[in-house]
């Protein structure tokens, strides 16, 4: 082979010293152009050095140094764009152009991290995306393209257009890998997407034709779907390392913690529920960042001119700011069942073309690891999004295997963050404004729970086990939580639920009363504070009335949640006693808790409806005139015998209560915070955390509020939820 100039040549250097020097040409003053075989050379070299994390640093500090003038890292973006276009040109491709395409990506994300991650300026300007005028452009590379746009189109098109196979799997990873690091330009702008942020390779990526969109959207999730493993046997795999061998993943320091961008141990270790794929985890993770993002566009830039001077970046941003269509997050939505599309293909006219998707294997993956939130984010997505998966996970026969998974986590509520608890009960809240869904989970008969540990559960119904773990949640939040939005999701999912109830078991009933007793005496201590309030003499006490607010609008919240109870009492007892006997007899057992709130002005009504119950059936067991005294048996007995003759005579209807679920106008300032939290709690690598903007660095997870970012909507009750969510 041919030489650059004071380079070893390839007959008379060893490979350590050939790469050595390479990579130190690579980031030092020395401007190569981009007809160079330097890069040949480069990109070729089996690159299996390992550099303590010093070296890399140092690597790194030189190469932002002299990028400016050598311009290599665009050289070496348009060099993996070449490498990518002839990957999927050729077919039988020698390993050759593979290996230079995975060489490119890799050395690519290291240095794009370190510039990132490190930038001082809000442009970003360290990246230094293009080329000298006097640079020869070559004829692959279009002379009326960034160069942005021209690597992400390559790297889209590898990811869309070629299937997973041993061969690709490598390079599928590391461009997915490469995806994360150059759209981490998000990270560095605040949590409300404004104008001003720079993110030029996930903008590039909306860019791209809604064909492609379309294609990577059913390759991201098809990998997500079918987990492929990585076949550390195959001998096309010799980069891996064997035995003690340096591989692939620890080349150009991927040793040192803060650069690496995959630990091998990541790669053969398996942890969690089902099996692991790190390829199936950056599939999802690249996902849900492109559908969440919001590109914020100026109207008319010369009222920003105007107003910078006196407004507020966040008040230019609303008055005078739209987002431009995220293609990703469309595609998504208007994705379909690959079944329903094979016999309906003929007769449908859709804009664009359609991403079909396995939508029964999709419904198996999810239900198999709801326990990560990225998978409950996804849930989120598709549920609330795309209608006709909404549709089918609704006629689904086995609903247990998405809801079991998703019960048993509320249930250990404590183990996780709130925001994955805030999903979960979206997710329910969303299927549960369908009737037939609210009918089906009663249906559904469970021989056991194994994992509820406070009593055993057999031969319970899905719809009685939701009904307690949604209880046992509002219990949770009202020890250690007390958010008032959680509180409200709860309830809402529960009256929706409550005119379809069919045989609620025993516990469930004995829970549902239970639950108004407990916010009865949260309620009542609320009362006495506010009484002791009346009492003080504010006149020496500022603060006195900012405290008596606080626990008055407290009492009001608490006075709806009673009232939400008690209208959930009243449609199982107006639409479904015969069907309910347990209600009945838990409703009689514990009737003195009713008692206090008889003259209550919010509650009477709905009172006499559940007293009107209670007479009908204590009548009828005093009819009974029992002289050996009542066991649980008999009165259920007599419950059941008089539910056959009960016609509702006396009661008052009621509007049935109706919840749904709407998203805001700004969901942006929740999730794509939220997103990178989990990205970054999951991806591998480490990013500079003085440099993150998106979310305080200083606060798990769970500290992030979505009360401000999801909204619930009662249309018979509109003002009741708009106050529980302010």
Known sequence: MGTVPSTPRWSSARPVDTAEYLIGTFVGEKSFPLTSDFWQKLLELPLSLQWPSHRVRQAC???????????????????????????????????TVYTKAVNAVYISSVFLKYLI?????????????????????????????????????????????????????????????????????????????????????????????????????????????????????????????????????????????????????????????????????????????????RKCILVDESIADRKSGSATSD??????????????????????????????????????????????????????????????????????????????????????????????????????????????????????????????????????????????LHQTSLGSLMVIILIRTVKYNLSKLRDVYLHTNCLAT?????????????YASQRLVSLFDMLSRKYNKLAELMDDKMHIDKANSPEGDSIAEDVSTELHIYTDFLRIVLEILNAILTYALPRNPEVVYAIMHRQEVFQPFKNHPRFNELLENIYTVLDFFNSRMDAQGMNGGWSVEKVLQVIIINCRSWRGEGMKMFTQLRFTYEQESHPEEFFIPYVWQLVLSRCGFSFNASTINLFPVDQPIEKQNVDSEEELNKPQNGELIAELVQ
């Open 117 to 293: 991650e490190n930038a001082k300026s809000e442009n970003i300007e360290e990246l230094h995306l293009s080329l000298d005028e006097s640079e020869v452009i070559q004829n692959n590379f279009p002379a009326d393209q960034n160069i942005e746009n021209f690597v992400m189109h390559g790297v889209l098109s590898f990811i869309g257009t070629l299937d997973v196979n041993p061969e690709t799997h490598l390079l599928h990873h590391e461009l997915l890998n490469f995806m994360l690091i150059v759209m981490s330009t998000q990270l560095l702008s605040g949590p409300s997407p404004g104008p001003k942020d720079v993110n030029p390779f996930i903008d590039a990526a909306m860019a791209q034709e809604s064909s492609l969109v379309g294609l990577v959207v059913r390759r991201l999730l098809i990998n997500y779907i079918n987990r492929p493993r990585i076949p550390l046997n195959d001998v096309s795999y010799s980069i891996f390392s064997e035995g003690s061998q340096p591989g692939v993943l620890q080349r150009v320091g991927s040793a040192a913690a803060n650069f690496v961008l995959l630990p091998f141990n990541y790669l053969v270790s398996s942890g969690g529920e089902g099996p692991r794929s790190p390829l199936a985890d950056s599939s999802l993770q690249v996902l849900l960042i492109l559908i969440h993002y």
């Open 315 to 456: 008040s230019l941003s609303k008055e005078n700011t739209y987002f431009s269509e995220n293609p990703y997050c469309k595609a998504l939505e208007n994705a379909r069942d690959i079944e329903f599309d094979r016999v309906d293909i003929e007769g449908n006219a859709h804009s664009g073309p359609l991403v079909r998707l396995p939508f029964a294997s999709l419904f198996d993956t999810l239900g198999m690891f709801l326990g990560d939130e990225t998978a409950i984010l996804l849930l989120y997505s598709l549920v609330h999004g795309n209608s006709d998966f909404l549709e089918y996970v609704l006629v689904r026969t086995d609903l247990d295997t998405l809801l079991m998974p998703i019960l048993e986590t509320l249930y250990n509520a404590s183990r996780r963050t709130s925001n994955q608890i805030y999903m979960l009960l979206i997710i329910l809240l969303i299927l549960s404004q369908d009737s037939s869904f609210n009918a089906s989970i009663h249906k559904l008969i469970l021989p056991s729970v194994p994992w509820y540990k406070e009593r055993l």
């Open 494 to 506: 529960l009256a929706n639920m409550a005119p379809h109830a069919h045989r609620l078991s025993a």
């Open 61 to 95: 500090e030189l190469f932002a140094q002299n990028n400016y003038y050598t311009r290599h890292l665009a050289k070496i973006l348009i060099h993996l764009g070449k490498c990518l276009q002839e990957c999927i040109s050729t077919s039988g491709v020698p390993s």
